[in-house]
């Protein structure tokens, strides 16, 4: 398997994998690097999986996904009622 993900150390490299394991953040894929090491990635990251079309029509200009946005703000929300402050925006 090819590794994908732009920002990993393995990017671009060309690993075989060795087993598959999920955990509670989901999938991961096992690929050997050497002959000690196992890294886990999750499938994302790697040639299994498609390309995002989010991603590829932005031709990588934008930082983040929409929904990925969506998510950090349902996140942010939740954080800031379970404290009893609401986070303030002067502009």
Same mark, same amino acid.
């Given at each position: 398997?090819?590794?994908?993900?732009?920002?990993?150390?393995? &990017?671009?490299?060309? %690993?075989?994998?060795?087993? !598959? !394991? &999920? @955990?509670?953040?989901? $999938? !991961?894929?096992?690929?050997?690097?050497? @002959?000690? /090491?196992?890294? +886990?990635?999750?499938?994302?990251?790697?040639?299994?999986?498609?390309?995002?079309? $989010?991603?590829?029509?932005?031709?990588?200009? =934008? *930082?983040?996904? &929409? /929904?990925? *946005?969506? $998510? #950090? =703000?349902? *996140?942010?929300?939740? #954080? +800031? +009622?379970? +404290?009893?402050?609401?986070? !303030?925006?002067? %502009?």
């Amino acid at each position: 398997m090819r590794v994908t993900h732009p920002f990993h150390p393995l &990017f671009a490299r060309q %690993l075989p994998c060795v087993g !598959r !394991r &999920f @955990n509670r953040h989901g $999938e !991961r894929l096992l690929l050997r690097v050497d @002959n000690a /090491a196992v890294w +886990s990635l999750p499938p994302q990251w790697t040639d299994l999986f498609s390309a995002d079309p $989010e991603v590829v029509m932005g031709k990588g200009r =934008a *930082l983040m996904r &929409f /929904a990925d *946005l969506m $998510e #950090l =703000a349902d *996140l942010v929300d939740r #954080l +800031s +009622s379970k +404290s009893g402050t609401r986070p !303030r925006c002067d %502009l």
